[in-house]
């Protein structure tokens, strides 16, 4: 038998609804650290362009959180959210909600998972904290978990959120989880589960720190002799690598800097009224501003949110390129890169950034058991059509298209992929509507193995399934309704 039948044979093998074990690595507090800085500085959790409070839901807001406004309406008062978010979309997603409200409390602290909606591989789950001495979680601008963990039994992935709620003064908090899976997650029992929960507050400082003004005044910081960066490392390329790997060392070798700004240990101020943050060190390497923060406490104070705003264009933010961490002495230092490659460039910025203080932490555990008994409304379409992608041939097996996402279905080519392994899938889908118009993805994630590939898209907006003319992957059309 050659391998083009055995090809076809793997059709009505579905690998993709195996349960696959995932283990977790542990991370190391620097690298948690770090992540909650970029976590801050990407979020976009605030308007920063004021000193006004917003919230958003960062990835929800582009992942798209949506509930049926009769179901969420009966868990009284958390209509009024998903309404302001999404408007008259939501009656693209009416019926599909189901409220879960199973909870657990330990500590004080009440973990209630509400509400949940979802389709065969995607799915929106709302829960909340509730103080139960009242107090208020007003002051409480973001808050953490030390783990939280979503057992669906499958390989997949998921993200979560915390939201603004009606009322700031009441003692709950709202958090959205986004995710989807290979494996259909309606009707099957799930677990989630959290660790020590952290409370945060979020300020902006009324006057800060103007990059371009301080260097003006103190010119030996623009040009200083810099000092070789140990965190620097050049791999070498060789012939055996992919062009994927070679182009990945090669963009990390040339991310890295390999020369840094030194320890100056100038405890220049962010914000007049903390005495645990301060700039180190600021000036120019390789081409680039850099600056190297000085953290006392960095556990209770932390810079959360720092990027160059450009000042004739709002749009327009420059986030570091590149952040690495030392520690010495029990001070904690974080330096980071700008693409700001003089004094001239510079002008045309303003730093922007936060302050975040720990205000509180609440050990235990907390899990909920619950089962996932919404409406699946998804509708699949067989297709069962070759499709070429970067040189690499592909089987469309089938669509499943719902209100809220797609997931394509993709049997790889067992020669192509023993040839070449790597799957690029990125940007390949297009939905569009029939009045011509383009579907905004929010999220998109790809999976794939040596048999097959699979692609979920989220959308930005829930949508009217009815007014989809067709779904295209490349030069692929398939016709919806």
Request: proline content about 1%; some cysteine.
């Amino acid at each position: 038998m050659n391998l083009k039948k055995i090809d076809e044979l793997l059709n009505d093998y579905e690998l993709q609804n195996e349960d696959i074990d995932i283990n977790e690595e542990n991370i190391s507090k620097e690298e948690i650290n770090r992540i909650k800085n970029l976590t801050f500085a990407k979020t976009g959790l605030y308007n920063n362009k004021s000193t006004k409070r917003r919230f958003i839901i960062p990835l929800a807001a582009t992942m798209t959180l949506i509930l049926s406004f009769a179901v969420v309406f009966a868990q009284g008062g958390l209509s009024n959210i998903y309404y302001k978010l999404f408007g008259e979309n939501i009656k693209y997603v009416n019926n599909m909600g189901a409220v879960i409200d199973e909870s657990y409390s330990s500590n004080g602290i009440t973990f209630n998972v509400s509400n949940m909606l979802g389709d065969e591989n995607s799915f929106y789950i709302v829960f909340e904290l509730i103080k139960e001495n009242g107090e208020s979680f007003k002051e409480s601008d973001y808050i953490e978990f030390e783990s939280l963990n979503l057992d669906f039994k499958s390989s997949g992935g998921y993200t979560w959120n915390k939201i603004k709620d009606d009322d700031e003064n009441d003692n709950k908090a709202t958090f959205v989880l986004s995710g989807n899976t290979q494996k259909k997650t309606v009707g099957n029992k799930l677990k989630l589960a959290i660790t020590n929960i952290t409370e945060y507050s979020i300020n902006e400082p009324e006057n800060k720190f103007n990059a371009y003004d301080f260097l003006s005044n103190n010119e030996e910081y623009i040009n200083q002799s810099l000092i070789n960066n140990a965190k620097s490392s050049t791999d070498i390329i060789n012939d055996n690598m992919t062009e994927e790997e070679k182009k990945k060392v090669e963009y990390n070798n040339n991310l890295i800097p390999s020369e840094v700004l030194s320890l100056k240990y100038s405890n220049i101020r962010v914000d007049e009224s903390n005495n645990d943050i301060y700039i180190d060190n600021i000036g120019f390497a390789d081409g680039k501003l850099c600056m190297r923060l000085s953290f006392m406490d960095y556990e209770n104070n932390n810079i959360g949110d720092i990027y160059l705003a450009n000042k004739n264009n709002t749009e327009e933010e420059k986030y570091s390129e590149y952040v690495f961490s030392d520690e010495e002495d029990g001070v904690k230092y974080d330096y980071y890169v700008f693409d700001i490659k003089n004094m001239e460039e510079l002008k045309n910025y303003n730093f922007e950034y936060s302050i975040v203080n720990k205000t509180n932490t609440t050990k235990g555990d907390w899990s909920v058991s619950f089962k996932a008994d919404y409406n699946n409304i998804t509708k699949t379409i067989r297709v069962n059509k070759e499709v070429e992608i970067e040189g690499k041939r592909y089987t469309v097996r089938n669509i499943k298209i719902s209100p809220i996402a797609l997931n394509v279905q993709l049997r790889n080519n067992i020669l192509d992929n023993i040839e070449n392994p790597v799957h690029n899938l990125d940007g390949i889908v297009t939905i569009i509507m029939e009045d011509g118009s383009i579907v905004e993805i929010g999220s998109s994630g790809t999976s794939t193995n040596a048999l097959t590939s699979t692609i979920n898209l989220i959308f930005k907006q829930p949508i009217d399934m009815t007014k989809i003319d067709a779904v295209k992957i490349v030069d692929l059309e398939i016709k919806v309704n």
